[in-house]
């Protein structure tokens, strides 16, 4: 069975976003998903609709409860885009409205944010946290950050 093709078609990818790996943890229902962007590649500003290309990249961790029956986390190098309203994320695939995956973002992330104002108390509350990530990682709800576009 070609897991990434079935994998990229669920996740919405689409060039030139890419799976690189996928391993499984089969004794504890644990999913691994490794997705990047080829380079050289223009991305749709979320915030102009402009062709932009990436000026860095971000790595996020986001996280689906059950993917294929398995609690899965997607790794990603995500294109960070100038734009007149600053540096924003390009728009990621598997994000998209209905999407059931959540953003983890590292605690001092959560703190920072919540003291910004950026998101709300408790939004980070009822997905369970990662045991065996190298980080201590909050799920924080993928609409919950806020955009000043
Ligand atoms: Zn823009």
Request: charged share 20%; hydrophobic share 35%.
């Amino acid at each position: 069975m070609d897991y990434p093709a079935i994998f990229s078609a669920t996740l919405g990818l689409h060039h030139p976003w890419h799976i690189v790996s996928v391993t499984f943890g089969r004794d504890e229902r644990r999913m691994d998903i490794r997705l990047d962007v080829f380079l050289g590649n223009l991305f749709t500003c979320p915030c102009c609709g402009k062709p932009t290309p990436p000026c860095g990249f971000e790595e996020e961790t986001w996280f689906h409860e059950d993917f294929f029956g398995y609690a899965t986390y997607l790794n990603a190098r995500v294109p960070q885009l100038q734009c007149s309203a600053g540096i924003l994320s390009a728009d990621r695939p598997w994000s998209r409205t209905g999407s059931r995956f959540s953003r983890l973002l590292p605690t001092g992330a959560v703190v920072t944010a919540l003291a910004a104002g950026e998101l709300e108390p408790g939004a980070e509350a009822g997905v369970p946290h990662s045991t065996s990530e190298s980080r201590v990682s909050q799920p924080v709800p993928a609409l919950a950050l806020s955009r000043n576009c």
